[in-house]
């Protein structure tokens, strides 16, 4: 098989591949060359591949999708890591950390935005 794994700027993986593992939204599963075609949206994780040598390569995946059709799979995700599993850790810990400053950053900003529509939507009754 030939797997791809495309990011927004990069093709992050070009390879050929035996094996290809990842979690999507049903469960953990494997393809392998004769496997049937699927496409799934992939939950954030870790997706492995052996090459045809034996060599198992980890990537750390922020979700995507993936698509095996004929000999080719190819998966687009927004981020992903590739390196050693307990590299992989601490790099996949410091983006959620990271992430999850700007998430808390942007819920409040819209909890503001929130608080002043209905603060302008009240002031607009009482004029009524």
């Not at 307990?86 to 409040?108: K, P, T, W």
Request: glycine fraction near 8%; hydrophobic fraction near 40%; include cysteine.
């Amino acid at each position: 098989m030939r797997l791809q794994v495309l990011l927004p700027t990069r093709v992050e993986v070009d390879e050929e591949a035996v094996q290809v593992s990842a979690e999507g939204a049903e469960g953990a599963f494997a393809l392998l060359p004769r496997h049937i075609d699927i496409a799934c949206a992939l939950r954030p994780g870790l997706l492995s591949f052996t090459a045809p040598g034996g060599r198992e390569t980890f990537l750390a995946i922020d979700g995507g999708v993936l698509v095996k059709c004929g000999e080719r799979v190819r998966v687009s995700t927004p981020r992903a890591a590739r390196g050693e599993l307990g590299d992989l850790r601490r790099a996949v810990e410091e983006q959620f950390r990271h992430l999850s400053d700007r998430q808390q950053q942007a819920r409040s900003a819209a909890e503001k935005m929130q608080a002043d529509f209905i603060r302008r939507f009240i002031e607009l009754e009482h004029r009524e």
